[in-house]
Antibody, heavy 122, light 111 residues
Framework: QLQLQESGPGLVKPSETLSLTCTVS??????????WGWIRQPPGKGLEWIGG???????YYNPSLTSRVTISVDTSKNQFSLKLNSVTAADTAVYYC??????????????WGQGTLVTVSS | QSVLTQPPSVSGAPGQRVTISCTGS?????????VHWYQQLPGTAPKLLIS???NRPSGVPDRFSGSKSGTSASLAISGLQAEDEADYYC???????????FGTGTKVTVL
């Protein structure tokens, strides 16, 4: 059974870079039919798609965040990572990693990691 | 960036049927993109409930059903149970924003 697990600092200072890693277990990140993505949820609010990566390193980002986001993959560790720079309090959220199939249009996200809360505060 | 609109809350007594609407536009649902639904139990990650407008993944009870028409989609829960208390989100793709988009979310309360 495929499982995803987020890890990284729970507290980041304003203007610094948020860095998270998602470790995939129970399956290979090099499966050719899936993208690996990040989604966030501010406390008490809705979900926002951040972006994703293919095992080859090809990436795609939400245009609203693209200037600050970098997503990368490490196939040797079966992991992919998120970096969000110049963070502000508005970036405080639970960050989830999730998998989705490569389809034209709107794929579904499944499964999801359990999520990790990142707070931006000095 | 929630461009899909859902009612903030719906409620029903155990055993009743409730429906949640997801209203989009000609740039997302109306453009023919699939709609998916997620259930988020308190303090947990979202879980895929309905994929491709109306398909239930393995393990999802048949009390849950989805449909899509025009620029909107709906999730129905029949035979409402206490364990169905959760937040529900729809999701699709918006071709003008070039982004996967989620609905505003609906809290289901079992009375």
């Amino acid at each position: 059974q495929l499982q995803l697990q987020e890890s990284g600092p729970g507290l980041v200072k304003p203007s610094e870079t948020l860095s998270l890693t998602c470790t995939v277990s129970g399956g290979s990140i090099t499966s050719g039919t899936y993208y690996w993505g990040w989604i966030r949820q501010p406390p008490g609010k809705g979900l926002e798609w951040i972006g994703g990566v293919y095992y080859s390193g090809s990436t795609y980002y939400n245009p609203s965040l693209t200037s600050r986001v970098t997503i990368s993959v490490d196939t040797s560790k079966n992991q992919f990572s998120l970096k969000l720079n110049s963070v502000t309090a508005a970036d405080t959220a639970v960050y989830y990693c999730a998998r989705h199939k490569i389809v034209v249009g709107a794929p579904s996200f499944d499964p999801w990691g359990q999520g990790t809360l990142v707070t931006v505060s000095s | 960036q929630s461009v899909l609109t859902q009612p903030p809350s719906v409620s029903g007594a155990p055993g009743q049927r409730v429906t949640i609407s997801c209203t989009g536009s000609s740039f997302d649902i109306g453009a023919g993109y699939d709609v998916h639904w997620y259930q988020q139990l308190p303090g947990t990650a979202p879980k895929l409930l309905i994929s491709g407008n109306s398909n239930r993944p393995s393990g999802v009870p048949d009390r849950f059903s989805g449909s899509k028409s025009g620029t909107s989609a709906s999730l129905a829960i029949s035979g409402l149970q206490a364990e169905d208390e959760a937040d529900y989100y729809c999701q699709s793709y918006h071709n003008s924003l070039s982004a996967y988009v989620f609905g505003t979310g609906t809290k289901v309360t079992v009375l």
